[in-house]
């Protein structure tokens, strides 16, 4: 599966944004879904999850009750919307699919395909 994620940009702190990620070559509803982000001179680190089977949900501490990822499989669609931003949420964020795993997982060495990244820049 090929995934592509878009719908980054610039906005100002408390800002919302949306960010989608396409998937082609496969549908995604075999697939757990998740969101990561990197900030310059920082590990990737996880920010959300979403179930395979029964769209159960899972966040980052630091992002919960801010963001919200969810999923449309009949148009091969994650979504990730960001509400109440903040300059520390600048990073590139990539979208990741997992086929492998049983559960959903925030462990990144278990998503097998990856999307290009696409910029945040939350500014203050």
């Known amino acids: 599966v090929q995934l592509q994620a878009f719908g980054g940009g610039l906005v100002q702190a408390g800002d919302s944004l949306r960010l989608s990620c396409a998937a082609s070559?496969?549908?995604?509803?075999?697939?757990?879904m998740g969101w990561f982000r990197q900030a310059p001179g920082k590990e990737r680190e996880f920010v959300a999850a979403?179930?395979?089977?029964?769209?159960?949900?899972n966040y980052a501490d630091s992002v919960k009750d801010r963001f919200t990822i969810s999923r449309d499989n009949a148009k091969n669609l994650v979504y990730l919307q960001m509400n109440s931003l903040k300059p520390e949420d600048t990073a590139v964020y990539y979208c990741?699919?997992?086929?492998?795993?049983?559960?959903?997982?925030?462990?990144?060495?278990?998503?097998?395909?990856w999307g290009q990244g696409t910029q945040v820049t939350v500014s203050s």
């Open positions: 070559g496969r549908t995604l509803s075999s697939y757990h």
């Open positions: 979403i179930s395979r089977s029964d769209l159960s949900t």
């Open positions: 990741a699919a997992d086929r492998r795993s049983w559960i959903m997982t925030s462990d990144s060495s278990r998503y097998d395909y």
